[in-house]
């Protein structure tokens, strides 16, 4: 049992780390130029502040991740303030990919009340990077909730 308790959030964080810097990775190479009316268009993330965010989250998250892998999980203020900074990651991470995602849907749908039209029939590379940017976004999302359950439950257990 003592082998499982130390080998379950090893193995949960390198996941959510994994999960997190492919989508950081996946989102910042998602960028595609087609000719729409004889005129160059561009897509990039760096076009949108919501997909800036949800790399930068997603970084930070990747980053964080491996570092705690370090910090004593023994009980002590250490493994509290890890408690702590999982929460708010996992609250940072959920409104990247929520914003990505809104993002994404107005991409690929448009807005006909605001008269926006979607962009995937042209960009259609730029929007298959970005779907599979949000799918590993989630993925970390997930299973970061799990890594934060399992803080919960070994400082409260000790």
């Not at 008269?115 to 949000?134: E, K, N, R, Y």
């Amino acid at each position: 049992m003592a082998k499982a308790r130390r080998f379950i959030p090893i193995v949960l964080r390198v996941a959510t780390a994994a999960a997190a810097g492919v989508a950081a990775i996946v989102m910042a190479t998602s960028h595609q130029t087609a000719t729409v009316f004889g005129l160059e268009v561009q897509a990039k993330f760096q076009y949108m502040p919501s997909l800036i965010f949800f790399v930068v989250a997603n970084v930070v998250a990747c980053a964080y991740n491996l570092l705690v892998l370090v910090v004593p999980t023994a009980p002590s203020l250490a493994a509290r303030l890890v408690l702590v900074a999982d929460a708010m990651l996992g609250m940072v991470l959920t409104g990247a990919a929520a914003a990505a995602a809104a993002t994404s849907a107005i991409g690929k749908n448009g807005n006909s009340r605001a008269g926006w039209q979607p962009i995937c029939g042209i960009m259609s590379t730029f929007c298959d990077h970005v779907t599979g940017a949000l799918a590993c976004g989630f993925v970390a999302v997930a299973v970061h909730f799990l890594v934060l359950m399992y803080t919960i439950y070994t400082v409260n257990s000790s």
